[in-house]
């Protein structure tokens, strides 16, 4: 059975013009780099276009990834284009925190094992000592870090120097019940995402499905989305939703947002592994 090829994302947002994908695909095509998926939106109201190419080295070549690069560099400056490039043999490397609950954890360790998300999980994070048995369980680095009024910028700035010691690329709140100071939200801006016991807009504070109940809600769902200094109210990642009605009580409409939380936290972290996702000011471009 043949090696699956190393493969590579590039991912472009510029001010919309004409001529950007044939400029792309073209210089790509230069290259000896055959494009496997093609992506594009033109944002009429921002004046902003975005674009995802899956592409690879045709057989027979040896490719390399500097020229690449440089040609990029090249290309960018008459587009006036922000770009990334990925490599699928370069998995992205996790961060997950976590408190008490642990629906959302056990699912993204069950994927990640089951070979459905490419990352690689450098530590799991948490105010809590509940879930450290699971964590060891699947040989995952444990580190405990309680948070006080006292301690809440202490831990914060040990958070930062863990993400730099282990690399990390995206932190994942997998039900993080702990509110993060603006300047950490900012120092995580564009690669931190939380998962929302909520349909936004909608519930907050404590108790939602309580206040949900209260309400008779017809709908309750959950919402993932990158971490900003505005309290979950961040770029929407993905929402998941479910139908009740009047005989659903507090205790049913907590397990079925166990799963809504579930669903919504592992499209939304799947996407951005996949580099799907684009920030466009308060919201996002998703290339499924």
Known sequence: MDT????????????????????VTSWLAGQACY????SQFDDEFTGRFFMRAVFRFNKGVVGDIAPLRLGLNELAGGFDM?????????????LLMVSKFDHCLTDLLYRHRKGEMDMRITAIVSNH????????REGIRF?????????KSRQEAELLRIVEET???LVVLARYMQILSDDLCKQLSGRAINIHHSFLPGFKGAKPYHQAYERGVKLIGATAHYVTSDLDEGPIIEQEIQRVDHTYLPDALVAIGRDTE????????KYHLEHRVFINQDKTVIFR
């Open 4 to 23: 699956p090829h190393e493969h590579y994302i590039l991912k472009i947002s510029c001010p919309a013009a004409s001529g950007i994908v044939a400029a």
């Open 35 to 38: 494009i496997s998926e093609l």
């Open 82 to 94: 922000q770009w990334q490039l990925f490599s699928s043999a370069q998995p992205t490397r996790v």
């Open 129 to 136: 000592l509940d879930l450290r048995p699971m964590a060891e």
């Open 143 to 151: 580190i405990y870090l309680p948070v006080s009024k006292e301690s």
């Open 167 to 169: 690399e990390t690329d």
């Open 262 to 269: 579930t669903v919504a936290l592992s499209k939304a972290l």
